[in-house]
């Protein structure tokens, strides 16, 4: 009698509770609007079926076909929404920027950024907005991508020179050469010493294998809680292992010879690299958070592989749209020899501020080729409102810049190559590569927004305009306009499926004279 007097009175307080619960919560769980998602969500894996290897398009497609410009997926057991107007980007990089300042976890991250430290990965807190710090005053300031031009402007003289010597040659890869440079430019800030280009080098090696490991998305990536067993299974914490082994010892070794003194400098080579300068701030008593080893190499890695493709890409598709388009690249080489003038011995830096036109040409090639599609994703550290939904922490945030500059709703023509759009006046002339309307963002924004634009395009304004002014460019013979390859590669930059052929030739009065040419 007494059990059932008390399983009666626990049914009726469990009834009553329920009852309690379900009435103070009711709305509250109507005020927490989720985005739309799609139909057709499995068990287990999510929305995941519905992306492809090009997951930027895919999220694009979906969200125009939904009509919805905040889009939530179902990644596995990964909550995920992708963002595709200017209007909701501008609100969580700004308004919602501390709610979505973090980056979620992934297995790459932790074994290759040792540890998630690194900028580019490094969660929301006291070390990420230290390291930010030190990258943006120490490694990237004005002031420092300024003195890095000796550099930038060495390693294009011996591009310059190479295309030269191709003048009668078959049609040149110019994918090659520009991957060339962005490894040279970025080794030689980076490290003090020029990428090896030599097969089996273990310094190019390793570097080539951390660009792949981070590229792409792992099984782990979507089911943190399956990642130990999948990772296994596919021999990618095997290979994660060796590939961080290789790094540790590669880059102990450059540490200790910048420590010892025994570092064989290239010639000319005058200024601290980054790994001058951060072993120099690592001794610093003013740092909150003392730097270790592994930070300094995780901080000079991200350097490295988050500069070189993108750099690479950028260059690529531009000159992919020029040869495309002769009467663009006819008008962006005449700017250029009329503000250089003739016969001159190279393109000076100083020259770049009058050439707006290539400044169109490279803000159309990142409206059209975003390198960085979906940015780097973000991650919700508390719940927020977004386009008045609620998004809820833990939630995995992508931001669609390809969607957006392909968005009719967003720019006239979308499909169509026109730097004009921001020469004209009245025609998003006053888009800057920071753009207040965040109609274009190929470096994100807000606190996780890419600390090195400057130095990024310094280097690519400063290579386009020296090809254009030195050289006469053209497809190789029988190869048209529409014959050119413009599918993607999805990665850690979005690059060209194939190679960029291009016959290459001296133009006279501008032919290239440098002293480079003795050392090809």
């Known amino acids: ?41 499995w068990p287990v894996i999510g929305h995941l079926h519905l992306l492809s290897d090009m997951p930027h398009h895919a999220m694009a497609d979906l969200a125009r076909a939904m009509r919805a410009p905040l889009l939530r997926l179902q990644l596995g057991s990964v909550p995920a929404v992708v963002i595709s107007k200017p209007d909701l980007a501008r609100a969580a990089l700004t308004t919602n920027d501390g709610a979505l300042a973090s980056r979620p976890h992934l297995l790459s991250g932790e074994f290759l950024a040792f540890g998630c430290t690194e900028v580019t990965t490094a969660p929301a807190g006291p070390y990420h907005r230290m390291v930010r710090r ?56 980076a490290f003090g010493r ?10 190019g090696a390793v570097l080539a294998e951390t660009q792949d490991l981070f590229a792409g998305f792992s099984v782990g990536d979507f089911f943190p809680e399956l990642e130990p067993v999948a990772s296994t299974v596919t021999g990618l914490r095997r290979r994660l292992k060796s590939c961080l082994a290789d790094l540790r010892e590669v880059c102990d070794e450059i540490i200790e010879e910048h420590v010892s003194g025994k570092r064989v400098r290239i010639p000319g080579d005058r200024d601290e690299d980054f790994v001058d300068v951060l072993l120099r701030v690592q001794k610093s008593p003013d740092l909150e958070i003392p730097l270790t080893d592994d930070n300094l190499k995780a901080l000079v890695l991200d350097m490295f592989v988050a500069g070189t493709d993108t750099t690479f890409a950028t260059l690529d598709w531009a000159m992919t749209e020029l040869l495309r388009h002769p009467r663009i690249l006819k008008k962006a080489q005449d700017e250029v020899r009329r503000v250089v003038g003739r016969g001159k011995a190279a393109v000076e830096e100083a020259d770049l501020a009058e050439l707006h036109y290539m400044r169109a040409i490279i803000k159309e090639t990142f409206r059209l080729h975003p390198t960085v599609p979906l940015l780097v994703p973000r991650e919700s550290v508390a719940a927020c409102t977004l386009g008045g939904y609620h998004i809820p922490a833990k939630t995995r945030v992508y931001i669609n810049t390809y969607a957006m500059g392909r968005d009719p709703e967003v720019w006239d023509d979308p499909l169509e190559y026109s730097p004009e759009r921001f020469e004209n006046a ?58 050119v390859n413009l599918d993607e590669t999805f990665g850690l930059a979005t690059r060209k499926k194939e190679p960029l052929y291009v016959v290459v030739r001296k133009s006279e009065g501008y032919e290239f004279k440098g002293e480079e040419l003795n050392e090809i």
């Open 1 to 41: 009698m007494e059990l059932g007097l008390v399983s009666s009175a626990s049914l009726v307080l469990f009834a009553l509770s329920a009852v309690y619960v379900y009435y103070t919560t009711r709305g509250r769980r109507s005020a927490m609007r989720l985005p739309p998602a799609p139909p057709g969500r």
């Open 134 to 189: 030190v990258v943006v005053s120490e490694l990237l300031s004005a002031r420092r991508v300024a003195t890095y031009g000796n550099v930038r402007g060495k390693e294009l003289r011996r591009l310059l020179a190479h295309l030269t010597c191709r003048d009668t040659s078959p049609p040149v890869d110019l994918s090659e050469c520009f991957l060339n440079l962005s490894n040279d430019v970025l080794c030689r800030v």
């Open 194 to 203: 020029r990428f090896p280009h030599v097969q089996g080098d273990r310094l």
């Open 426 to 483: 009245g025609a998003g002339a006053e888009i800057d590569l920071k753009d207040p309307d965040y109609k274009l963002l190929p470096f994100g924004g807000g606190r996780r927004g890419c600390p090195g634009y400057t130095f990024a395009l310094a280097t690519v304004q400063v290579s386009l305009a020296s090809l254009l002014y030195h050289f006469e460019w053209a497809l190789p013979a029988g190869v048209r306009a529409e014959d």
